[in-house]
């Protein structure tokens, strides 16, 4: 399964400019709310309409600006998974499934049977929406998705309205069906978590444009932009000045600090994840006297705030586990170290 996205729309704030490409994998949407992540789902799905551009799946034109074509979304084959999971409420799961099954009754009644099986709903079949737990309302609309054959998964935020024990269940049985599809699933979320644990690769969307596509692994280790950075977590990050080539002052922070590599041109930040800083003994490389501004218990850890000692800086976050702060002795001041690989350094 293979999807091409080359897309343009003009929203009220911005233009969204989507180019991509999807085959046989998760493929992750990781933006702010508004950012027009979701309405790059809603164009592919036929639900809205690009001002320009193309798309195609498997390589059947969806939409083509130039060539006048724009099918409709029953035509597409792209099964979409709305937040609320959209189950009929007056008909069983059974009758939800056949609902949209194509073919003749006997052709009907077996892509009934296979996606009730598939997917462990075989003694529900009679049941209705109501009498279904979320994980089941899920699967039931998932069964229902591929039963309309269903070349692409369209997944909009789906976990977004559930309290965290839900959601990690859900989370868990998607999963599941994600690895057992034959084809290609798109998700869209604002949940860094999320994508890192179900995308095998993820592009950022701010606020319209789509950013470098890296593996999950590659955006979280080296995220190249400040937009990606913070959507990813990092919450320690510093307008930096060039003095070296592999050498730059964190102006936020007031620290002259070595990295690891030579800087780019285009790098206008640094960034540091709260749990890579280290605590030292002593002033060494990379390795200040910080002041302990505050301290928030969190339920596993501490998050420290300090900032460099008599310098008026900005404060970083440090995050420490429980018995490695209380072993410090909840100290006033602290010797901090930054190690020169887990610098980030940032394009706009």
């Not at 929203?11 to 309405?39: H, N, Q, W, Y």
């Not at 970083?316 to 490695?324: I, M, Q, V, Y």
Request: charged share 25%; proline share 3%; net charge negative.
């Amino acid at each position: 399964m293979e999807l091409s996205v080359d897309i343009e729309k003009k929203l009220r704030d911005f233009t969204l400019r989507a180019d991509f490409a999807v085959k046989d994998e998760v493929f992750a949407l990781l933006g702010a709310s508004g950012c027009g992540k979701s309405m790059t789902l809603k164009c592919i799905a036929g639900i809205e309409t690009p001002d320009k551009g193309r798309i195609v799946l498997n390589g059947r034109v969806l939409f083509d600006s130039e060539a006048g074509i724009n099918l409709q979304p029953q035509a597409r084959k792209a099964g979409y998974l709305f937040q609320n999971y959209a189950l009929f409420p007056n008909m069983t799961i059974a009758e939800n499934i056949a609902f949209v099954a194509s073919g003749d009754n006997v052709e009907k009644e077996r892509k009934v049977q296979a996606n009730l099986a598939r997917f462990k709903l075989t003694g529900l079949a009679q049941a209705y929406p109501h009498e279904l737990s979320g994980g089941q309302q899920q699967r039931a609309a998932f069964a229902r998705i591929l039963a309309a054959d269903a070349q692409l998964l369209l997944l909009d935020e789906p976990f977004s309205a559930l309290d965290s024990y839900l959601k990690w269940q859900l989370e868990m049985e998607l999963g599941d069906v994600l690895k057992e599809y034959d084809g290609a699933a798109l998700l869209v979320s604002h949940d860094r978590g999320e994508v890192y644990r179900l995308a095998d690769r993820i592009a950022v969307i701010n606020r319209g444009q789509m950013e470098k596509v890296h593996s999950k692994h590659g955006l979280f280790q080296d995220p190249d932009t400040l937009a990606a950075a913070l959507l990813t977590g990092c919450k320690n990050v510093s307008s930096i000045k060039r003095i070296a080539a592999d050498r730059i002052f964190a102006e936020d922070w007031q620290m002259e600090l070595q990295v690891a590599a030579d800087i780019p041109a285009a790098a206008q930040f640094a960034g540091i994840r709260a749990h890579y800083i280290e605590v030292k003994t002593q002033v060494g490389e990379n390795t200040v006297l910080v002041e302990v501004v505050s301290v928030v218990e969190d339920v596993f850890s501490y998050l420290v705030m300090v900032r460099k000692k008599d310098a008026g800086a900005c404060p970083l976050r440090l995050e420490l586990s429980k018995a490695e702060w209380l072993q410090l002795g909840n100290p006033k001041e602290l010797y901090l170290h930054l190690p020169k690989e887990r610098i980030m350094l940032l394009n706009p």
